[in-house]
């Protein structure tokens, strides 16, 4: 088999293995009659689809934007926060704890408390989608830097280099693919907490567009929201994937750009 050969093959697997979960959920959906309250078949989604497809995506608008907000966010403050836990191993002792404590919380069990603050809206869908992304992000990063070899560390201080010097040009590299692997699963938490709190707090997003349609008894509805979801979210981890192979190619050579660490 060529390299080619190969390469269309790996393109073809994903959308085999899709439409093969698509063909097998339509299959048992007919051969055990199940009805369509209970589990719409994708046929039915795809009506769905098509058929409310103007307040899908206008929801769907809506929680791409929240989410992304919340991401940058936590992107910014997590990337901050990491390098400065790392770099500093007694603020690590100090802040660990804390930050594990923190993530132990579930997100959902904050929006009440946000809602309270800042009223029904889109500032708690942000701030728990930021929440929600944030810890994998500073844990990453906290821990690519702070894995950095002793050794090398004092063969970089016998030739001059300053504490700074090896946290700029040689911890931070050393942590960028920590950090991009975080990405990759903080972009899938950050939509679940802006759906979690357009569930309870907010009147729009695909959240809110599926607490509608349970409520009614829509449920192919309800997949179509779950499916738009799962799209967004694949969107998104292909677009985190493709920056850690334009921005750290040298720790990615090798990889087959899969669910792995190595992307």
């Not at 090398?152 to 911890?171: C, E, P, T």
Request: with cysteine.
């Amino acid at each position: 088999m060529t390299a080619r050969q190969r390469k269309y093959i790996r393109a073809a697997l994903p959308w085999l293995s899709a439409i093969g979960l698509v063909v097998v959920w339509e299959l048992v959906c007919l051969l055990f009659d199940i009805p369509q309250a209970i589990l719409a078949t994708p046929t039915a989604t795809l009506k769905a689809l098509i058929q409310y497809q103007d307040a899908i995506w206008l929801n769907a608008g809506q929680t791409l934007l929240t989410t992304l907000i919340g991401f940058g966010l936590a992107i910014v403050f997590g990337l901050a926060l990491g390098v400065a836990i790392g770099a500093a191993p007694l603020l690590y002792r100090a802040l660990g704890p804390l930050l594990i404590g923190f993530n132990a919380i579930p997100k959902v069990a904050l929006v009440p408390i946000l809602v309270m603050w800042f009223g029904i809206g889109t500032v708690p869908a942000v701030i728990t989608a930021f929440l929600i992304s944030f810890f994998p992000i500073a844990v990453n990063v906290a821990a690519g830097i702070a894995t950095l070899e002793p050794e090398l560390q004092d063969v970089l201080r016998s030739l001059g280099a300053r504490r700074r010097d090896i946290l700029w040009k040689v911890g931070l590299p050393r942590a960028m693919p920590y950090f991009f692997a975080s990405l990759k699963v903080a972009i899938s938490l950050a939509f679940v907490g802006s759906v979690i709190s357009e569930t309870v707090a907010s009147n729009h997003g695909i959240g809110h567009l599926m607490l509608i349609a349970s409520s009614s008894f829509r449920t192919p509805l309800l997949f179509a929201g779950l499916v738009v979801i799962a799209v967004l979210g694949v969107l998104m981890y292909a677009v985190a994937a493709l920056a850690e192979r334009r921005l750290a190619h040298w720790a990615t050579r090798g990889t087959d750009g899969g669910l792995h660490g190595g992307g």
